[in-house]
């Protein structure tokens, strides 16, 4: 009979049948780096050096450090760790590593499997509701910037703001939202980990935007009669979306610069973000109090154009994203 596997956090790890599950699916690793849990797993706290890491699981295999260092960010990765706030791998810096998650190790009982399935997932909610509150978050920064660049003075400037703050902070809530569900969902996936939220997360953003702008642009034709040509659509959900995507398994500190690089994308593809379709509104109806030209003028551009939605679109990316990112690599934590 083989030993019962070890449990932590929300992992299973089998050591005799060399394989890592999460919520019982199947986790795809290296086979060394395989053997580096096992082995740190198995020390259950204690200090492993690098050395015997080294001997251990590469057994006489000339490589270097940065093998094992490797190793090490592919496994938090894939265990949804951060080198910077661990809760499964520490680093002892220049010594090794330690397991500091509690560990079982027991059969789990007949009656737990008919438990998880008859209830919803505990996170089935967590990551889309983490994804609106982040994305709601940017949207409502982003809009107050929005707003105060566009509010003329006197008495309906303070309406201004307002209504751009709530208006940007219901889309950035959307958009979060459908990128977490996306996340959540990409569970379901074959595949390692990272992948499967890249994926997820790519998808969600791109079913959201293509759905806002079929229905947006129908809205302003069949009750306006006229509206802009093109507004915010899948292919800028589908970027932000990877970018996140990506975010989860670089850490919330590469988060910003790959939602700014996003950002900086759309604009160079003729793509549109919240600065490019409020321009589009715009230019659509030329007697609202609407316009960015202003805001285009200082940034050194001809009313609001390729070097404005270029700025403003890889500082719109770079909010979100690290928004975002932040928010449903706290739900992970808390899950």
Not at 130 to 157: C, E, F, I, K, N
């Amino acid at each position: 009979m083989n030993p019962a596997p070890y449990r932590f956090d929300r992992f299973e790890l089998d050591p005799e049948d060399r394989r890592l599950t999460r919520d019982g699916e199947v986790v795809a690793l290296n086979g060394r780096y395989l053997d580096v849990l096992v082995l740190l797993v198995r020390e259950g706290g204690r200090l492993v050096s690098r050395e015997r890491l080294l001997d251990e699981v590469w057994r006489g295999v000339p490589v270097t450090d940065e093998a094992l260092s490797q190793a090490i960010r592919t496994l938090r990765r894939e265990l949804g760790d951060e080198a910077a706030r661990p809760r499964l791998i520490e680093t002892a810096p220049r010594h090794g590593y330690r397991f500091i998650a509690p560990v079982t190790r027991g059969e789990a009982s007949a009656e737990a499997p008919r438990a998880v399935a008859a209830l919803p997932a505990p996170d089935g909610l967590a990551r889309p509701l983490a994804g609106a509150l982040g994305g709601g978050a940017a949207g409502a920064l982003g809009g107050l910037a929005y707003g105060l660049a566009m509010a003329s003075p006197g008495a309906g400037a303070l309406s201004t703001v307002l209504v751009m703050t709530v208006l940007t902070l219901s889309l950035g809530a959307l958009g979060g939202g459908a990128i977490g569900a996306g996340v959540a969902l990409s569970r379901r996936l074959p595949g390692p980990e990272g992948r499967r939220r890249l994926i997820g997360a790519a998808a969600g953003g791109a079913l959201l935007g293509g759905v806002v702008e079929l229905l947006g642009l129908d809205a302003f034709h069949l009750l306006l009669g006229g509206g802009p040509t093109d507004i915010t659509g899948a292919g800028e959900g589908a970027l932000l979306g990877a970018a996140v995507g990506l975010g989860l398994a670089l850490g919330r500190r590469a988060a910003a610069g790959l939602g700014a690089l996003a950002g900086l994308a759309v604009a160079l593809l003729g793509g549109r973000l919240l600065g490019g379709s409020l321009a589009a509104l715009a230019e659509a109806f030329p007697g609202a109090r609407l316009s960015l030209a202003p805001l285009g003028r200082m940034l050194g551009d001809e009313g609001f154009g390729t070097v404005a939605r270029a700025v403003t679109g890889a500082a719109e990316g770079a909010l979100f994203v690290a928004a975002v990112t932040a928010a449903l690599l706290w739900a992970a934590r808390r899950s």
